[in-house]
């Protein structure tokens, strides 16, 4: 097939080669280097539905038989007959403002702090679904049921979910159902149940009434000594501090505390200015306090003036004397005599006037020099001395006294947001405790108005029936065929891709170019359709596609040597290699192709060229290689060099240096070497090919190739440090390949670096 193909290739391109030659060899960079995203969503995404592509036989064959045996078990299923009731459980519109309140005795409870498991805020559907399923209520119905029908017990009545019990939506309404072959059995098991859960309920409503009642009852005495303790509480509290009102007399206080304040500041300020007089004075007057004291008493004495004037002349007459006599002479000493009486007789006046204010140290004489009768200025600033030092210690005293009373106020203030605290405590203690007794008062009311009314809580609204027809039979369920036939579809499909995974993993091989990439991580360099599903234009087209991205693969330098080689044979490496040196030779390259397959030629059949002389024959000393060239006749620039004679030690010449030099020298003569290689598992022949290349072009051929084998070539590839190029993927179906073309597969890599296995 493949010789058949590159033959009905090679016709077409002798035909237009002339035609394309120029256009092909003007052809421009189409492939640009552009960053390679993967999405791993799409990815696993795409291996999932390329899976299912391959496998839906296997798929559809698996999910149609599990949902054909579903069907078959629901149609040969016995039939069962379903009746139903349903249950008011909470009354629709509320009976008065007292029956709208949560229940009573949960409330009283949250108000004391306690808890009352006998009440709740609500009925919880949940919780009251479980009682009315559980043996302690459902075993008295059971004994009733057993009278006729003995074989009913509890696990087939309840743990086999016979009989169902549900809420209807957010209603207040309870449905319960119950199944059995038996239609009477049904109806009766239905009667005797709603009977029961309606005396239920009913025992239930009185027993919770007179809970309420008795738990109220009990907490009322507690509550009434709790109220007139916090009361008496509060009133020695409000008269020990004299506290009417906390917010008033914190008022009050502030107000006081800023009159003292001012008070304060205006007694030191009078404090200030009388000491600054008292100091002016004393410096001006050069008298203490007890001395101006004395100055003004004695100013007032008029027989102490008297000697006091008298005392004068006779100091007067002494000095005028004793400008002509001696201190000795007599006239003097009778007016010193004079003067020493009178100022004896001036301090026995002093002493007598002002008595011990006059300081024994200080003569009255000596103290009062100074102050002459009539000096009525001296003795103005006198009495103002005498004035401010007295107001001195006034304003002291009144300084002292406002300080006092700032601190004593302080305190208080202090004390007061303590006794407010405690104060407000009590308040709020009074105030939930009478609360709690005001509503329990009230549920107390509240609890006797409902337990004289005697209503009867739940109320049958649907009662106990089967579906029946006009006839009035009883109409059996419906087997829900849809519903099975759905499930058992749904589970075919499940064990079908389950099927479908199991055949992937046995038959592991490469069934889209994603796959290799993914397996390998080498570079996509092209995808080649399959021959009878393609066009030969469009098969051209790709190879066209592959040799301009192998061109220009590296960035910097033109690609001029390469080995095509594959895993296994029968991957079409041959061909790939033959119409890539034919698309590379009509863009204008002079390209030589080579088969270095020394064990199994092919070139040579596929041209229809002779082999007498090739690669093994140019390998021997002294033999011209352009003798053993062949020239296409349809295709100037591209030069075939057959294999030769077949031989079997191939290896020796190919890692000879006699091919080296001449791989060396072809390179240098062509702008493309092309060396068709033997496969990579089993033999080494291209590993010693590679390192003297640009590198390796592996063919995988989709469909065929097995991951492992993939796998273990590239492996020997990093042994021998060869450069991989990429993979060209061989054989794509035809969606394959469209789908590649469309999301730009095959072009969004071109231009990366080359991976190397080092």
């Given at each position: ?238 008269e020990r501090y004299n506290l009417v009102d906390p917010e008033v007399q914190g008022e ?350 092919m070139l040579h059949t596929l041209l229809s060229l002779p082999n007498s002389q090739g ?57 493309l070497v092309i060396y068709d290689s033997p496969t990579l598992i089993g033999y080494t ?74």
């Amino acid at each position: 097939m493949e010789t058949e193909h590159s033959s009905s290739l090679i016709s077409a391109q002798q035909n237009g080669s002339q035609k394309n030659g120029a256009h092909l060899q003007s052809l421009p960079l189409l492939y640009t280097a552009q960053p390679y995203e993967s999405d791993d969503d799409e990815v696993e995404l795409g291996q999932i539905f390329a899976i299912v592509r391959r496998r839906a036989v296997l798929i559809s064959g698996v999910a149609v038989a599990v949902a054909s045996a579903a069907l078959l078990w629901a149609l040969t299923r016995t039939p069962k007959y379903e009746g139903r009731f349903q249950l008011l459980v909470e009354p629709v519109v509320a009976e008065s403002k007292l029956s709208r309140l949560p229940s009573i005795a949960a409330e009283a409870a949250s108000l004391l702090g306690t808890t009352d498991p006998s009440q709740s805020a609500g009925l919880d559907y949940e919780t009251q679904i479980e009682v009315l399923k559980s043996p302690k209520l459902m075993l008295p119905i059971i004994r009733q049921l057993q009278a006729r029908y003995p074989d009913i017990d509890y696990k087939s009545l309840i743990e086999d979910e016979k009989l169902e019990l549900t809420r209807r939506g957010q209603t207040k309404i309870l449905e319960i159902s119950y199944q059995d072959p038996d239609p009477q059995k049904v109806e009766f098991v239905l009667n005797q149940v709603a009977k029961s859960y309606l005396n239920y309920g009913l025992q239930e409503r009185q027993t919770n009434t007179g809970q309420g009642i008795k738990f109220v009852d009990q907490q009322l005495p507690r509550i009434r000594q709790r109220v007139n303790t916090l009361q008496g509480q509060l009133q020695q509290f409000q008269e020990r501090y004299n506290l009417v009102d906390p917010e008033v007399q914190g008022e009050q206080l502030a107000t006081r505390a800023n009159s003292l304040e001012e008070q304060q500041l205006k007694a030191r300020t009078e404090l200030g200015e009388a000491y600054s007089l008292y100091k002016t004075l004393q410096s001006q007057l050069g008298l203490r306090p007890n001395e101006a004291v004395v100055a003004a008493t004695l100013s007032e004495a008029p027989r102490y003036q008297k000697f006091l004037e008298d005392l004068q002349e006779v100091e007067a007459k002494i000095a005028e004397e004793s400008a002509q006599f001696r201190d000795d002479s007599p006239v003097i000493q009778d007016l010193e005599s004079q003067r020493q009486n009178l100022v004896s007789f001036l301090n026995q006046e002093a002493q007598r006037v002002v008595g011990s204010n006059l300081s024994g140290k200080t003569p009255a004489s000596q103290a009062l020099s100074a102050q002459l009768p009539g000096d009525s200025l001296r003795l103005k600033l006198t009495e103002d001395f005498v004035e401010a030092a007295n107001q001195i210690q006034v304003l002291r005293t009144r300084d002292q006294a406002i300080a006092q009373a700032g601190n004593s106020l302080n305190q208080r203030v202090q004390q007061l947001p303590f006794i407010v605290r405690q104060y407000t405590d009590l308040q709020r203690e009074l105030k939930v405790a009478s609360g709690t007794l005001e509503q329990l008062l009230l549920k107390r009311e509240t609890l006797g108005v409902e337990a004289a009314q005697q209503d009867v809580p739940w109320e049958i609204i649907a009662d106990p029936k089967l579906p029946r027809d006009q006839s009035g039979k009883a109409v059996p369920m419906a087997p829900k065929l849809l519903l099975y036939l759905g499930l058992g579809g749904i589970l075919g499909v499940v064990l079908g891709l389950a099927a479908a995974l199991i055949a992937e993993q046995l038959n592991k091989v490469f069934h889209t170019p994603e796959d290799v990439k993914d397996a390998t991580g080498l570079l996509p360099l092209g995808t080649i359709p399959l021959s009878h599903q393609h066009n030969e234009p469009a098969f051209s087209e790709a190879f066209n596609a592959l040799s301009t991205r192998i061109r220009f693969l590296n960035s910097g330098r033109l690609t001029r040597s390469l080995v095509v080689s594959s895993a296994m044979a029968g991957e079409g490496k041959s061909t790939v290699a033959l119409h890539l040196a034919q698309a590379s030779a009509q863009m204008g390259q002079r390209v030589l192709l080579v088969d270095a397959n020394l064990r199994h030629p092919m070139l040579h059949t596929l041209l229809s060229l002779p082999n007498s002389q090739g690669l093994s024959t140019v390998t021997e000393p002294n033999f011209n290689v352009y003798s053993a060239l062949q020239q296409l006749p349809y295709l100037n620039n591209l030069s075939v060099l057959t294999a030769g004679q077949a031989t079997g030690n191939a290896t020796a010449v190919l890692g000879s240096r006699t091919m080296q030099s001449l791989m060396q020298q072809l390179q240098a003569e062509f702008d493309l070497v092309i060396y068709d290689s033997p496969t990579l598992i089993g033999y080494t022949d291209a590993c010693l090919l590679a390192p003297n290349t640009d590198g390796v072009v592996f063919v995988v051929k989709v469909g065929k190739t097995s991951c492992s084998a993939a796998t273990q070539a590239i492996e020997q590839l990093k042994t021998f440090h060869a450069q991989v190029l990429g993979f060209v993927a061989n054989g794509v179906k035809q969606h394959t390949h469209n789908h590649l073309a469309n999301n730009g597969y095959s072009t969004r890599k071109s231009g990366l670096e080359t991976s190397r296995f080092n």
